[in-house]
């Protein structure tokens, strides 16, 4: 580990590039045809989303039971994975607009990636809202459309504003990731010289001629766009917490869960992306543009974000105690006591320990130890989320009608199934699209803006 | 007209069908009605191709749209060719009838739509069971439409035409007659005087008949010892309502034993908490927690084979503070033989000083009843006791308990078998009963069988000894069947069909019947009809001695179902005490007491394949689909077991291997197993379904009857999951105890608390306020009102709602998942010791909250509030998120995981026959729908139709919900709530009244008022 | 071949120091129609063209409060006006709960609109057609080049003066750029048979997939929305019984509540002095039983019982209710003939039951009356 002086700023590209290698190194992997290791990688992808597709089968064929969801226990996998996948797609968002609005120059790297990631998580999160239900064929009911019935949809219910939050977040998503893919698909549009991909680059870059004249316009943009996906990112793990928060369930009825579930989110997101950039920079030697500083920056946040919820953690059992309702206490001892102890003490180790590891800069800089922690933190991430949907439902208020939910292989084949959802988008991704955004980084190579010497 | 022949048989859409009017064929053969394309004719338009355009343009829209407009057919209405004058389709029937599902023989009701049964309940112009009926009679509709009914005449398992059959079955009597050779009937406990007839006159025409009868429920030993004491069988009823003080001996007599629906009815008026509390104290001397137990106010642990010990030293201990009978010198030495001193220790001197001052205070107020199950001795010395207190005037001699046919001995059964060994025996018949199955092993019963020549098994359904029969001859159903009972003097019970038998059955006497005739031409299928009529004007008629002619007398009993007769109340005879020397005090047995009794919901096995009972929770377990032998939990420590262990219970020389159950409030020696389990032989459902532990019982415990000592348990490897639609936590586990006080889900008093105090109750009750104003509901608001003084648990409410609103049966692999569907349960909560716990019992259903939880998460608007009141969901709205389930604080949403008529049992409920139990006025509902109580809206808006219609209100209390009217203590009210006259009202307003976890503030409209304890002490526990 | 027309001359530059100074001489030399092409945003360029700020942001703010308030109203007709329900006791208007979908149109409105504004009208965006696209000029300043184009619509333009200035600033292959001809000459036909080809295929696909979701997929279980019930309903057929009815006829000889059979069957003169009235002639009662009169005795008695028959001699009319024969019936008689009917008349049990025919008698009983008042009755 070379010694690194935090008190000035580093260069987010390392070297001083010439901006046609760049150009070279980013648009290599669309230019090439796909090796093997890339064949492997996709099969294996393929074989997880098979999974997922026979166990969706059984389950529409059968119905729900085919869960081991029961009554009372009415969500559990299904839930659990949405707040997951929703979760992990808080990242992009984040890096691309709340780090350009703080100016942070370092998140170029990774942007365009982190964004990808986001619009397919929150693509495989939408799956499970819709496929959790008992009659999927009739998911259009959840919009207000006037029809035959007369009927219109029940405002007041967070399902609702969590079918407004999601779509909206992906849409966002989407135009924010296309607005800043159109200069690269200019450039690219300009390198080929295969007619099949000039036509298609041209139809996406509808024509754009890196004018300034554009360009200042196109700055403004950006700037709105980060402006409202910031509040937007936040809102849309708010909206979903509410899912909870609203309830009167003891144990989802807390004040608490917007501000928790945000954090949870940003920290699991960021896992997911380092985990997955860790791959790519290595794959597509990307190590000069996504450096181990980015990574380590990444790691600081998780530091953060992991103790923001560590404190969560110990909030929620405060106010429990505060509280002075029996019921409310309960479910909290039942958490750290209860029979889903073992649940519980996995989340707390992945999420609350783990990361405490960043602290010492030698961890924060070594790519196995980060490696392994953020597979931590994110297996941690789901079983908060279990621990949140499970261990509450399965005793309320009623001991008579308490009950233990056991998961079935079904509910572990979807599970399977929308991680194999994902990484085929995310492989896809990478040979479909320049991953790392070619004019935002070469607008921070260094000597790639006017040194103002003459005013 | 000239084809009213073809009417009859074929079916037509329309009058129009019938005659061929040339509209129908014109309107048969253009596609469009008129007005659609009539007015469109393409070659005949003018050349201008625009408008040629057009008009081809419109013709095929119209096409298009008449295309996806056509919906298919949903098969064509069939009206009546000539309507029954009662009968008007949509609107049901009632037919006064009699129950056969148990000797009881309840009065019943059975609701029909256009002639089909849907629902059975109780006559309320019934004296014994005033209008209610349990839940074995509730359910028993589903045998009707059973898909494994016997539905032709088997010989040697292949069909037979009735006219072989009896052709057949007579010369086989002939013959036999001839040979001398016996013709054994075996029968089961008899409630038919007309039966009886019927079999006297089968034994003139066959002399050498001879008549068996026997049942594993009975009463003989109690109507054994009445005899030694009073010279007589027939041992009358016990006025429950006049006790003050109850000492119940291993008696069920609330919830399973004897005539339960009465003693309960009795029993809980003086249970009453509106008007003024005179609450009677109820004891429970028992080995086994019974739901009886559950209720008691003093529960004292007593093994049963030592009850005759504890009663004879109550009777010394009372005989000391005086007697109402003066004492043979053999009687006191025999009674001062026993001592109370080795009771106190196990018992605790403070209970047993309360129970034998109460006995003494209240002489000739209170009331000792023994068991069924107990043996001939105990329930003597229970004779004595009472008389030693003066008990008798609460015994009711109006209506004494009948004994048309007794039961037949152990005796007679040696003998039969041994004439069936030796060929004696050339004709068996079995009489709808099934010997096979309750006969003790060792009686070889089943091996002897093969002896004789002629088996015959009159039976609804396959049964162990059908399978073992020549002839299976397939009866009628009991809603199929004409009938009269005769069980307690002065009720003369009549039963009546309700339907013509759906398959090629016949009913047992009409059988009979014909076999006397002589010639199989002689059946008509209203012969047993016709000789019932004609036997009730001669027996009943007579007695009557009414104005009018017998057949107008017949009708109107008929149309009342029963018939009460005047007769002059005995006087209460001397108690003979001859019998007292042949007692001895009863040795102490080492080892453990078996104590079978007859299980909740299956009778003795009869209604095994009848899905709806087998899934009804046990009242105290809530154990559903099997049996186990329940042991206390110090015995399952002693011998390590806890539950869903199998043991091998072994008394002399029998065993059985049965799961476990530890259950709290046991007496340590007893093991509690209850029979009507194991069948082999029987429908899909119920076939091996629990074990059967009549296996026990050997000829020699015949008379001694279900109690079995010396019995040893060891621990043998493997498990058998039992399942249970509660979790069961132990009660000294801190982590969870006492939740339900704690979190004041159930809130008890004592009487004399209440007495001091009325209002103890809302001590500590702060101000619960909204942020929104409330919704006011003006017109009617429904609610519900629950008194848990008199929730016995008996579950004839889940019964009652399960038939009344389609609820399907989902197996035991998906209890044990948690996912039953019954819209109301009945929750049981324990506090206090595991050795002697008390037991709360709590029916919980939607409680319609007025700011219901689950309304504001729906997405979809399903569940949403009707203007009076109901939380209602709309089934075909549902998309099945499961959130309002989750929002529910009372749990009490029920999903449907699967189609649970489809994934039953391989489609077992899922065929045209089972199809017709289904009430015609409730959705059935898909897989992915959520569903709960509706206060039976079905119910409320034919009330309201039926008011709008005679232009009036409704009035207060007319509404009655299906749980309602089965619940046989009224323990539940339902009604207007905004209207001041009715009960609901009123209850609401009671000092007792209490909510469900009221702190929520989500307003339930089910109010439940606090059971009150009459202990001595004012604090429960 | 025709000459092709001039759209502009570029320039190259190779830092982005020099075109900054290019731009500020084009500046000074009063250009106003040219442009700088880079491949990334360059700090400073926008105030060195001395370039207006962007006015897209008051577009993002008009379209965003249109959309709140857009959410807002729609939300409150429909749960206030258009199908109130009341949900768990909360007023039919009940705004909290309405404040996250608000701010979540809010968002999506502006932001979809803030880019379809720069792409299309902003910068006349898609245009693939520009002269600038698919040259040389433009794939230098795609990847690591800085360039700048004086347009010939430009006022101050005149070629020699232009190449002069690019010059002046150190410009790099100063070269023209042309009009593509084609490209102009290119005229765009409504009905391509592809065109019509994709429509008449997509028309297909639509009308088929429709076709078959409406008449067969939602006719199979479970889309059936619950039509297809286990149960029977009334007059409906059922396989179980032989006869294919599902609705049966009571067993004979049984006794349903309340229908006990007729006493007096055939047997009038009895029915009339055995049987009682039990109703009194109370104003609800004459109701009933002028309303059961007009439905099911009129059409042949006639509206007053005179035996004048709405049938037009279809059927034989019944004589008057007001001969002295009827008058002097007791009740009961009457009341049989309702019951048991009499010659042709058949026996109106089934249509009437048992109180609505005593109302019916005691309605004649006033029709009777009215018939011959007497002077008391006018009193």
Redesign the interface.
């Known amino acids: 580990m070379s010694f690194v002086d935090y008190t000035k700023e580093i260069q987010v590209v390392e070297g001083k590039q ?3 290698t760049i ?1 070279d190194i980013i648009s290599k992997p669309l230019e090439t045809k796909p090796d093997k290791k890339f064949y492997i990688a996709i099969s294996v992808t393929l074989t997880m989303l098979m999974f997922g597709v026979i166990g969706l089968g059984l389950t529409f064929w059968y119905g729900i039971g085919m869960w081991g969801n029961n009554n009372p226990v009415g969500w559990a996998y299904d839930i659990v994975n949405f707040v997951f996948w929703v979760g992990i797609g808080h990242a992009g968002t984040l890096i691309s607009a709340i780090l350009y609005l703080f100016r942070q120059k370092w998140r170029t790297g990774i942007a365009r990636f982190a964004e990808g990631m986001t619009i397919f998580a929150v693509m495989t999160a939408g799956l499970f809202p819709l496929i959790h239900v008992g ?1 999927p ?1 009739l998911d259009g009911y959840l919009f ?1 459309y006037p029809n035959q019935h ?3 949809v ?3 219910s967070p399902l ?2 969590d079918v ?2 999601v779509s ?1 977040y992906l ?2 998503s989407l ?2 990731w296309y ?1 800043g893919l159109i ?1 690269d698909f ?2 690219l ?3 080929t010289a295969n007619k099949f991909k000039k036509i298609t680059y ?2 996406f ?17 950006y700037l ?2 980060a402006g ?2 910031t ?2 990112v936040l ?1 849309v793990h708010t ?1 979903v917490s ?1 899912d909870f928060a609203v309830s009167i369930l003891p144990g989802w009825h807390t004040t608490i869960f917007p501000p928790y579930f945000v954090a949870g989110a940003v920290f699991s997101g960021f896992a997911m992306v380092q985990n997955v950039l860790i791959f790519v920079r290595r794959i597509f030697n990307y190590e000069h543009i996504i450096t181990l500083n980015t990574l380590e920056k990444m790691n600081k946040i998780m530091l953060v974000t992991g103790s923001m919820v560590g404190y969560a953690y110990a909030m929620e059992f405060f106010i429990a105690w505060y509280s002075g309702v029996q019921a409310e206490q309960f479910t909290f001892f039942n958490r750290a006591l209860g029979p889903y102890a073992w649940a519980y003490w996995i989340m707390v180790t992945c999420n609350v320990v783990s990361p405490q590891l960043f602290w010492f800069k030698k961890i924060r800089r070594s790519i196995p130890i980060m490696f392994v922690v953020a597979v931590f933190v994110n297996v941690g991430m789901w079983f908060e989320r279990f621990v949140i949907v499970v261990t509450s439902l399965s005793r309320d208020y009623l001991p008579s009608s308490w009950a233990y939910y056991t998961p079935t292989l079904v509910d572990a084949m979807i599970l399977i199934g929308s991680f194999g959802f994902f990484f085929t988008w995310i492989l896809l991704f990478t040979k479909a699209l320049p991953v790392v955004s ?3 980084v ?2 921070v190579v260094d000597g ?8 | 007209m000239n084809d009213s022949s073809k009417t009859n ?1 074929v ?1 037509w859409k329309s009058i129009e069908g019938l005659n061929n009017d040339p509209n129908i064929q014109k309107m048969k053969e253009d596609e469009f009605l008129d007005g659609v394309t009539e007015d469109f004719h393409p070659n005949q338009l003018s050349g201008i191709s625009r408008r040629k355009f057009l008009a081809l343009l419109s013709a095929s829209a119209a096409i ?1 749209a008449t ?4 919906y ?1 057919d ?7 060719n000539k ?5 008007l ?2 609107t049901e ?4 009838s009699t129950c056969n599902g148990c000797s009881l023989s309840c009065g019943i ?1 059975v609701k ?5 049964p849907i629902k059975i309940d109780g006559n309320p112009d019934h004296p014994i069971n005033e209008g209610k009926i349990c839940t074995k009679g509730q359910a028993s509709i589903l045998n009707l439409y059973d898909p494994e009914r016997l539905k032709e005449p088997l010989f040697n398992n292949r069909k037979i035409s009735w006219n072989d059959v009896d052709k057949n079955i007579i010369e086989v009597l002939e013959s036999a007659v001839q040979k001398g050779k016996e013709i054994a009937i075996l029968t089961g406990e008899l409630t038919s005087p007309t039966t009886k007839k019927v079999f006297d006159k089968f034994s003139e025409k066959y002399p050498t008949t001879k008549i068996y009868s026997y049942s594993t429920i009975n009463q003989s030993t109690r109507s054994k010892a009445w005899f030694e004491c009073y010279g007589s069988y027939e041992f009358p009823s016990i006025k429950f309502d006049e006790a003050n003080v109850i000492l119940a001996i291993d008696s069920d007599f609330l919830v399973n034993e004897d005539s339960y629906l009465e003693n309960m009815r009795l029993f809980t008026k003086r249970r009453e908490v509106v008007g003024k509390t005179d609450f009677n104290r109820l004891y429970v001397a028992e080995g086994r927690m019974s739901a009886t137990g559950m209720m008691a106010d003093y529960r004292i642990r007593v093994s049963p084979d030592e009850q005759y010990n504890f009663v004879m030293s109550l009777v010394n201990e009372l005989s000391k503070k005086g007697s109402n009978i003066e004492f043979d010198p053999v009687t006191k030495s025999m009674v001062s033989s026993f001592s109370i001193n080795n009771f106190s220790k196990k018992i605790g001197k403070e209970k047993l000083n309360y129970l034998i001052d109460d006995l003494n205070k209240s002489r000739g107020k209170s009331i000792v009843y023994a068991g069924s199950t107990l043996s001939k001795e105990v329930h003597l010395a229970v004779n004595l006791l009472n008389e030693v207190l003066g008990n008798s005037n609460l015994y009711n001699y109006l209506n004494e308990n009948v004994v048309i046919l007794p039961q037949s001995s152990r005796e007679d059964f040696d003998r039969l078998i041994d004439s069936m060994k030796n060929g004696n025996v050339d004709v068996l018949i079995h009489f709808g009963s099934d010997p096979v199955f309750y006969l003790p092993y060792d009686f070889e019963y089943q091996s002897s069988i093969s002896r004789v020549k002629t088996v015959i098994s009159l039976s609804e359904s396959l049964n162990e000894s059908c399978s073992l029969s020549h002839y299976v001859l397939p009866l009628n159903n009991q809603l199929e069947c004409w009938g009269d009972s005769f069980v307690q003097t002065g009720v003369y019970g009549l039963q ?5 038998p ?1 398959f090629n059955t016949r009913q047992k006497e009409s059988i009979l019947l014909t076999w006397i005739s002589g010639s199989s031409s002689n059946f008509s299928s ?1 012969n047993y ?1 016709k000789f019932l009529i004609e036997n009730f004007t001669q027996t009943v008629y007579t007695k009557l001695n009414s104005f009018s002619d017998a057949k ?1 007398v017949w ?2 009993s ?2 009342d179902g029963v018939v009460t007769l005047k007769n002059v109340e005995k006087l209460h005879k001397k108690i003979s005490q001859s019998w007292i020397p042949l007692l001895k005090l009863a040795k102490e047995n080492s080892g453990l007491t078996v104590h079978l009794t007859e299980s909740y919901f299956i009778g003795d096995g009869y209604f095994a394949n009848n899905g709806w009972l087998q899934e009804v929770p046990h009242p105290i377990t809530k154990v559903t689909w099997d049996n186990y032998a329940a042991l206390s939990p110090l015995t399952a420590k002693k011998f390590n077991l806890k539950n869903d262990d199998i043991i091998e219970v072994s008394v002399s020389n029998s065993k059985i291997k049965i799961p476990v159950f530890v259950q709290p409030g046991l007496s340590d020696k007893t093991i509690n197993i209850e029979y009507g389990y194991g069948r082999k032989v029987i429908g899909d459902v119920g076939k091996d379904i629990g074990i059967n532990p009549l296996q026990l019982i050997s000829k020699n415990h015949f008379e001694t009857k279900n109690i079995l000592t010396n019995a040893s348990i060891n621990k043998i490897d493997g498990t058998h999951k039992l399942v249970t639609t509660q979790e069961h936590h132990s009660l000294d586990d801190t982590f969870v105890k006492d939740f339900h006080k704690i979190r004041k889900i159930i809130q008890e008093g004592t009487v004399e608390k209440y007495q001091k105090d009325p209002k103890f109750l809302h001590e500590h009750k702060h101000e619960l306020f ?1 942020i ?4 006011t509901y003006s017109g009617n608001k429904w609610a519900m009102a629950i008194d848990l003084n008199k929730c016995t648990s008996c579950a004839a409410c889940v019964a009652s709602c399960n038939v009344e609103n ?1 609820i399907p049966v989902v197996g035991k692999d998906q209890v044990g998942k948690g996912r039953e569907m019954h819209w109301i349960r009945i929750d049981r909560y324990f506090s206090g010791s595991p050795e002697d716990p008390i037991a709360s019992n709590q029916p919980m259903l939607c409680q319609h ?8 998460v729906c997405p979809v ?1 399903a569940t ?2 009707s ?1 009076d009141g109901l939380n209602q969901m709309v ?2 709205r549902c998309v099945g998120t499961r959130y309002c389930s989750n929002n529910c604080p009372y749990k009490v949403r029920r999903y449907n995981f699967f ?1 649970f ?1 489809d994934h039953f049992a391989d489609e077992y409920y ?1 065929n ?5 139990v ?3 006025e409730v ?7 959520m569903e709960k109580c509706t206060f039976c809206v079905q119910r409320i808006m034919d009330v309201r139709s039926t008011a709008i219609n005679e232009g009036r209100e409704i009035s207060p209390n007319e509404v009655v919900t299906a749980c309602q009217q089965a619940c046989p203590t009224n323990a539940i009210t339902f009604g207007d709530a905004n209207n001041p006259d009715s009960n609901v009202a009123k209850l609401r307003n009671h000092n007792l009244t209490y909510h469900v976890l009221e702190e929520l503030n989500i ?1 339930p409209n089910v109010t439940y008022i606090a059971k009150l304890r009459n202990t001595h002490s004012e604090d429960n526990s | 071949m025709s000459e092709k027309i001039l759209y502009s001359y570029t320039g190259i530059f190779n830092s ?2 020099e075109i ?2 290019a731009a500020e001489k084009a500046v000074e030399k009063g250009y106003k129609k040219y ?12 105030s060195v ?1 001395n ?1 207006p700020p ?1 006015k ?2 008051y577009i ?1 703010l008009i379209v965003g409060l249109s959309g709140a308030l857009a959410a807002l109203l ?2 409150f007709w ?2 206030a006006i ?2 109130p ?7 039919l208007f ?1 705004f909290p ?2 404040v ?2 608000m ?3 809010t ?2 409105s ?3 609109a ?2 379809l504004a ?2 299309f009208f ?2 006349k ?6 002269p ?2 698919g040259t040389e000029y ?2 230098k ?4 080049k800085y360039g700048i184009s004086i347009q010939c619509d430009e006022k101050l333009f005149e070629e020699k003066s232009v190449i002069e200035f690019l010059k002046s600033v150190h410009a790099k292959d100063i070269t023209p750029i042309y009009y593509d001809n084609e490209e102009i000459n290119y005229k765009h036909k409504i009905f391509e048979p592809k065109f019509i080809l994709f429509l008449v295929i997509a028309g297909l696909i639509t ?1 088929s997939v ?2 078959f979701t ?2 067969k997929l939602m ?1 199979i ?7 297809d ?13 032989s ?19 007729y ?1 007096f069957q055939g047997q009038p003169e009895l029915a009339g002095e055995k049987l009682i009235n039990p109703l009194p002639s109370t104003k609800n009662v004459l109701e009933l039983g002028l309303k059961k009169f007009d439905i099911y005795c009129s059409p042949c008695h006639g509206f007053y019982g005179e035996g004048n028959s709405r049938l037009q001699g279809h059927f034989p009319n019944p004589p008057s209710l007001h001969s002295d024969k009827v008058r002097n019936w007791p009740d009961g008689r009457i009341f049989h003939v309702i019951t048991d009917g009499q010659n042709i008349m058949s026996s109106h ?2 249509q009437l039951n048992v109180d609505e025919r005593w109302a019916v008698v005691n309605y004649v009983r006033v029709l009777q009356r009215a018939f011959n008042a007497k002077e008391s009755d006018l009193q």
């Open positions: 010439p901006l046609r150009d009659r064929w207000p007369s009927l219109w029940n405002f007041t609702l504003w407004f939050a909206t849409t966002v135009i924010f607005v200069p200019a450039s549009r300009e390198r041209s139809i870059s509808l024509g754009w001629r890196f004018s300034n004249r554009h360009w200042q316009h196109y700055e403004m943009v709105i766009l409202f996906a509040p937007l809102s909206i509410f070619i004019a935002e070469k607008a790639a803006q006017p040194s103002h010497k003459d005013h | 048989n079916l298009t295309a996806c407009t056509d298919q949903k098969g064509e209405i069939i009206p009546y309507r029954p004058q009662e009968v389709p949509g029937n009632l037919y006064a009701l029909t739509r256009e002639g089909r009546q069909p309700v339907i013509s759906i209203d009809h107008r009708l109107s008929l149309h909204s929104t104003n409330e919704h389609n909250c007025d700011n219901a939880p689950c309304e504001n608007n949403n509030h203007p089934y075909n189609d008529r899922q045209n026959l089972t199809a017709l289904n009430n015609p959705t059935v509902r898909s897989r992915g729908v307003k | 982005p120091d900054i100074h442009d700088v092409h880079t491949p990334y945003p360059l700090h400073g360029m926008n063209m370039l962007s897209l942001g993002a729609t939300m429909i749960s258009d199908y329900i009341v949900i768990g006791g909360k007023p009940s709960a309405y996250p979908i701010f979540e149109v968002v999506l502006a932001s979809i803030t880019v720069m792409l902003f910068f965006l898609p245009n693939n057609a520009h600038l696209n433009m794939q300043v795609a990847s690591d009308s429709t076709y409406l008449n006719f279980p479970p889309f059936t929305w619950m039509m019930q286990s149960r029977l309903d009334v007059q409906s057929s059922s396989v179980i019984f006869d294919g009815y599902g609705m049966r006829n009571p067993v004979e000889g049984s006794i349903a509540r309340g229908s006990l059979p006493q049990a089934s």
